[in-house]
C-alpha cells in the first residue's frame, strides 16, 4: 500500500472529525447567544442528538455487513452517498430559522440527522482500512495515519470555526467609539460586525458552515480517487458468524487497539475539554 494511499485514506476521514469538533464546541454557543432558545432546550438538543448517534452505530453496522459487492467496493458506496446528506443536514444545523417557536425542534431534527448520518460515514469508513490490503502492516500503518489525522481534524475544526466565528462574539465595548469626531469617522472604519445584528452574526455561522462542507466534500472526493477498496480474500466463506459477545471480548484483547483508541479518547477529550 503506497504512501499517496495512505494519505487519502486518512484525508478522507478528517472531515467528519472538523465538523464534529466544531460542532461540540460551538453549537452550544450558537444555540443560546443566536438561536436564543434556553439551555434546557440547548442541552435537550445535544443530548438526544448524541444518543441517535448511538443507536445508529449497530444498525448502521447489521445493513452495512448485508449490503453486497458492488463496481467501486460494498463500503465506499456508502461514504459517497451519506456526504451530501451530511452536508446539507450540516448546513441546516447552522441555519436560524425565521420562525421562533419552532426553533427546538428545528435544531433538533437536522442536529439528530446529522449525528446518523455521520455515523453512516464513519462505521463504513473506519471497516475499510480491512479492505485496503492485505498485508496485516499495511493495515496498521493506514490505522495510523487515519488516526493521526483524525486528532489533527479535531483540532482543525475547533480552531477554522473559532476564527470564523469570533466576530459574532465580540464585546459591545470592543465595536466603535461613540467619542470618534464624525469628520474623521472614515479614518475608524469598524471591521467588526455589530454585536446586536442578530443577521451578521448568522450569515457569519453559515459562512463557517458552507466551509467546513466544503471540507467534507473535498475530503470525500480525495478518499474516492485516491483509495481502491479490494475484497478481503480471508473473509469467512462460511455461514456460522462469531457471536458478538466473543467478538467483542477478542478485540478488547488486542493490546494495540485498546492503547490507540484510549489514547484517542483521552486525547480527543482533552482537546474539547
Known amino acids: 500500500l503506497s504512501m499517496c494511499s495512505k494519505l487519502c485514506y486518512a484525508i478522507g476521514g478528517a472531515p467528519n472529525q472538523v465538523a464534529g469538533s466544531a460542532a461540540s464546541f460551538f453549537l452550544q454557543i450558537y444555540l443560546l447567544d443566536i438561536a436564543h432558545i434556553t439551555p ?25 455487513s448485508k449490503s453486497r459487492w458492488t463496481k467501486i467496493g460494498r463500503l465506499m458506496p456508502w461514504v459517497l452517498a451519506c456526504t451530501p446528506f451530511t452536508i446539507v443536514s450540516y ?9 421562533v417557536s419552532g426553533r427546538v425542534a428545528w435544531y433538533l431534527t437536522f442536529y439528530c440527522l446529522f449525528q446518523a448520518l455521520t455515523t453512516l460515514f ?14 496485516q502492516r499495511d493495515r496498521d500503518s493506514a490505522t495510523a495515519y487515519r488516526m493521526t489525522m483524525e486528532v489533527l481534524g479535531t483540532l482543525i475544526g475547533a480552531a477554522l470555526q473559532g476564527q470564523i466565528v469570533a466576530s459574532a ?6 465595536t466603535v467609539n461613540p467619542s470618534v469626531n464624525i469628520t474623521d469617522s472614515w479614518h475608524d472604519t469598524p471591521t467588526i460586525p455589530d454585536p446586536s445584528d442578530a443577521l451578521s452574526h448568522q450569515v457569519i455561522y453559515m459562512i463557517a458552515a458552507g466551509v467546513i462542507a466544503g471540507v467534507y466534500l473535498l475530503g470525500t472526493v480525495v478518499l474516492f ?6 475484497d478481503d480474500p480471508y473473509a469467512l466463506n462460511s455461514d456460522r458468524a462469531i457471536p458478538f459477545c466473543k467478538g467483542l471480548a477478542l478485540t478488547m484483547k488486542h493490546g ?11 486525547i480527543s477529550t482533552a482537546v474539547q475539554v
Open 169 to 174: 462574539h465580540v464585546s459591545p465595548h470592543c
Open 225 to 230: 480517487l485516491g483509495v481502491k477498496e479490494r
Open 122 to 135: 464513519q462505521v463504513p469508513y473506519s471497516a475499510l482500512t480491512m479492505f485496503l490490503s492485505t498485508d
Open 256 to 266: 494495540p487497539y485498546v492503547t490507540l483508541t484510549a489514547s484517542f479518547l483521552l
Open 40 to 64: 434546557f432546550h440547548a442541552s435537550l438538543v445535544l443530548f438526544i442528538g448524541k444518543a441517535s448517534g448511538a443507536v445508529t452505530d449497530p444498525v448502521a453496522g447489521f445493513f452495512i
Open 91 to 99: 448546513f441546516f444545523m447552522w441555519y436560524l430559522p425565521p420562525f
